[in-house]
């Protein structure tokens, strides 16, 4: 259905309660590009220095697990315990990016492609993750699929620790240095999936996974 002619006949009204002309000048497209290349932040909290601690602190309060390695190739093992402490079967499916790791070795059957309605574990990288809130912030592609860190019933994401920044903000800027746009889905993770809708009682999983479970890697 084609909207545009709705769409512009708002964006008539709005211009002239505005008191503005119908067309967009010049002069407004500048200042819009201005202040988006130059935004005027607004205060932060003072989080400390410590960004891997204060980032755990606040994960473990949204209920993500963490555990840490020292490099990449020490993720599957990790991985491996955390599903069998947790009685999960060792199957999952990831992200592309991921394959180049020794999951079999460990005795971990993955799948590289989205998930289906069967598939119980996914496991992802992190563009980064903020240290104020505890969040992580995954950025979409063709090997980066959004559904593999929503769908699943757990969701294992891997964070090296120099990829954690302070505030949302900072996230932003480090977007935009890095990728320049971002891309069609941009999902913050702030711990499972819950709801308080029944009787202002909290459940985990309602629209997404039970379980966010978070591997730090040093280097």
Known sequence: MDTSAARAAIFKRIRQAQ?????????????VQQYLAEPNPGPKPDIGSDL????????????????????MSEVPAAVARYLDGQGISR???????????P?????????????VNEDMVGITGCFCAIAETGTLLLLSGPDTYS?????PETHIALLPVTRIVGAMEDAFALAKAERGELPRATNFISGPSRTGDIEQTIVLGAHGPYR???????A
Do not use: M
Not at 19 to 31: F, H, I, K, L, M
Not at 56 to 62: F, S
Not at 91 to 101: F, G, N, P, S
Not at 103 to 115: D, F, L, T
């Open 52 to 71: 891997i601690g204060r980032f755990c602190q606040q994960a473990e309060r949204t209920s993500q697990t963490i555990a840490r390695v020292r490099q």
């Open 91 to 101: 199957q999952a499916i990831a992200w592309r990016t991921l394959q180049d790791l």
């Open 212 to 218: 966010v479970h978070v591997i730090l890697i040093d």
């Open 19 to 31: 008191g503005r002309p119908e067309q967009v000048s010049d002069a407004e497209r500048q200042q």
């Open 103 to 115: 999951w079999q070795e460990n005795g971990i059957a993955v799948e590289y492609r989205k998930p």
């Open 147 to 151: 559904s593999a860190a929503l769908l």
